[in-house]
Structures are given as C-alpha cells and as structure tokens.
C-alpha cells in the first residue's frame, strides 16, 4: 500500500501518515546491518513511508550520516526531522546546549552529513533551562529565513516552553512518547497543541517494542540495549504490563493483524494531527509498520484498548531519574 498523507501544523508541512523512527539504525539496540538499514530506508520511500527521523546525538552524528549516504540521489522523495540541542564532547552527550550559536554550528554539520542543503523539520531536542526558549525559537526563525530549515519543532516541551515558543516562531509540531502504553500528554499538552494548530509526532509509538509482545525480560538483552535499564521491562513492572498488553493482542488476533499494527492504529485513529514513528531497520517491520494505516478501530475496541492500558494500569516510569529530568514536564 502507498501511504496517505497528514499535515503538521498550520504552517504548511505535510508528512506521510507514518514516518520511520532512524535512531536503532545507529544505537540503543543490538548492532544494525548497515545494508539492511539502507534497504528499509530505500523500501520506505517505495511505499510512501517519507517522514524520516534522526537526530545529530544518533550515534552520535552517524544516524545522520547514514541517511545522507543512502538518500543520495532520493532526497526530494523525502522529508527530513532532525535535532539539536546536545553538547557532545569525546562522542559523548554530555548536556544540553540550545545557544543560538550553538544551534547555527549544529545545523551547518548536521546538513554536510546528511548531503542536503535544507532541512525540512528542526527540533530542539530537549529543553534548555539554561537558555530562554525565545531565544531558541528566534535562532530558528532566523535560519528557516535563511532558506536552511523549513519547519519548526521541540521535543518533550511541556506546554509553557511550547507557548511561549510558539509566539516567536511557530511551532509546526511536538515529538514526545505518546502510545497506549504512555499517555502522560493527554492532560494539558495534547489540548495545548490542538489550541494552537500544532502537530503532534509521537516516538515510541510502539512502548519501545513492549506494545509488540515481541519482547523479553530485561536482563535478557545485551549490556548496550537500552531495554536493559527500562524500569517497565525489568521484575514485577514486566510481569504486570504483559498482562495489560494482552488487550492489544486479543484485538490483533480479532483483527487478523499485528499487535503493533493495532498499537499504531490506535495513534491513527484518535486524531488527524498525530504522525507516529515507529522505529525499525528492518523491511519486514516496515511493511506491517506501514500496514497499520488500514486498520480503522471501532469505538468498542478503542475503548478496551484504554481501558487496558489506562494510566496507572502500566508499572514502572518510562524512564530512569536522570532521563526523566530532561522531560519539561
């Protein structure tokens, strides 16, 4: 199937309805193959699956490098996401960093890696409490003036960075953990977003991989897989969020589908201004990936899926203390 399309914002950017999540390419799991990588890129853009995601802290700078190489001669065909707002020194992210000056060095580099010379949607990667958020956006503003970036966004902003951002340099889209499995935004940041025409991009969509039913314990993944330290995959939490994931799986059974088909269709479903990203670097995940669009959930199965996985059913924070510091919320 080819993949419809969504708009993000109100300032003109349109996405395809589910991008592809580049960050496990370079990190956080078990070594990628890199021609496997290159062929889900390549295979992506054949059904449609345009809106990539990565990010100068990927690897770092090697996510970006990769799209850039395996984008050659294909970049029209796409739309670009990447980040900034890290300082990485020795390889390492070692703090935030969002200085306007900061930010114009990032973007130089970030586009001789990735081979372009635009990039179509600039976040900021986590919140700088360090530098105001006006100067942030305005930094930005003044290199979409400058032809070098397209559209706007932050990431994991609560709603009083994206409102007062907002106001300097319009904001065509948030990317936060948003899936069945967190829903943590539904409160204010969700409202916030709708208020001010701004799209919503969930990562995650899939509660990194837990939503798939494809997953085991924590201390059965390798030292470098970041599953190892998720508090929701390790003891008691595992053993309690398998059984509230079941509902996803019944309905997948139902359905003839994936449970990560369904996961996803859920995102689909609850609103037109929602682009999920699922993350794989695999063509046989891409394709059922992709796949999920055609499901449409009734209001029953919307509802037991909730119902399911309501807040307070899912055990353990989505991350560890020092992560969960960087979240502005």
Same mark, same amino acid.
Not at 10 to 37: F, K, N, R, W
Not at 43 to 51: D, K, N, Q, V
Not at 175 to 183: A, F, N
Not at 241 to 248: G, I, L, R, T, Y
């Given at each position: 199937m080819t993949l419809t399309?969504?708009?993000?914002?109100?300032?003109?950017?349109?996405?395809?309805?589910?991008?592809?999540?580049?960050?496990?390419?370079?990190?956080? @799991?078990?070594?990628? &193959?890199?021609? !496997?990588?290159?062929?889900t890129l390549?295979?992506?853009?054949?059904? $449609?699956?345009?809106?990539?995601?990565?990010?100068?802290? @990927? $690897?770092p700078y090697t996510n970006e490098d990769l799209l850039g190489r395996a984008l050659m001669g294909r970049r029209d065909a796409v739309t670009i996401a990447t980040k900034f707002g890290f300082?990485?020194?020795?390889?390492?992210? &070692?703090g935030t960093d969002s200085r306007p000056a900061h930010i114009r060095e990032v973007v130089e580099a970030s586009l001789k890696r990735l081979r372009t010379d635009h990039i179509d949607l600039l976040y900021q990667h986590r919140v700088d409490r360090q530098v105001p958020i006006e100067d942030v956006a305005g930094a930005v503003g003044d290199l979409i003036r400058a032809g070098k970036v397209k559209y706007f966004g932050l990431s994991e902003a609560g709603v009083d960075t994206i409102r007062r951002a907002h106001a300097v340099q319009p904001v065509s889209a948030v990317?936060?953990? @948003?899936?069945?499995?967190?829903?943590n935004l539904e409160a204010d940041v969700i409202p916030a977003l709708k208020e001010l025409g701004i799209g919503l991009v969930p990562f995650s969509p899939l509660g990194r991989g837990f939503l798939t039913g494809q997953v085991k314990r924590a201390e059965d993944y390798p030292e470098t897989d970041f599953r190892r330290n998720d508090p929701r995959y390790q003891g008691a939490n595992f053993d309690a969020?398998?059984?509230?994931?079941?509902? &996803?799986?019944?309905?997948a059974e139902a359905r003839g589908g994936t449970a990560a088909q369904i996961a996803l269709a859920w995102i689909l479903n609850k609103s037109e201004d929602f682009v999920p990203i699922p993350g794989?670097?695999?063509?046989?995940?891409?394709?059922?990936? &992709?796949?999920?669009?055609?499901?449409?959930? !009734?209001? !029953?199965?919307?509802?037991?899926?909730?119902?399911?996985?309501?807040?307070?059913?899912?055990?353990?924070?989505? @991350?560890? !203390?020092?992560?969960?510091?960087?979240?502005?919320?």
């Open positions: 399309t969504r708009r993000l914002g109100s300032q003109g950017l349109t996405v395809s309805a589910i991008g592809l999540g580049c960050m496990g390419m370079s990190q956080s @799991y078990a070594p990628a &193959v890199e021609s !496997d990588s290159i062929a390549h295979r992506a853009i054949e059904i $449609g699956c345009t809106f990539l995601d990565t990010a100068e802290v @990927y $690897g300082r990485i020194e020795g390889g390492k992210n &070692v990317q936060s953990e @948003y899936s069945l499995w967190e829903r969020n398998m059984a509230a994931a079941e509902a &996803v799986r019944e309905i794989t670097r695999h063509v046989a995940n891409l394709e059922k990936n &992709v796949a999920a669009a055609g499901f449409r959930l !009734d209001a !029953d199965e919307m509802r037991k899926l909730e119902e399911a996985l309501a807040p307070g059913k899912v055990s353990g924070p989505r @991350y560890g !203390d020092k992560m969960m510091a960087m979240v502005d919320r």
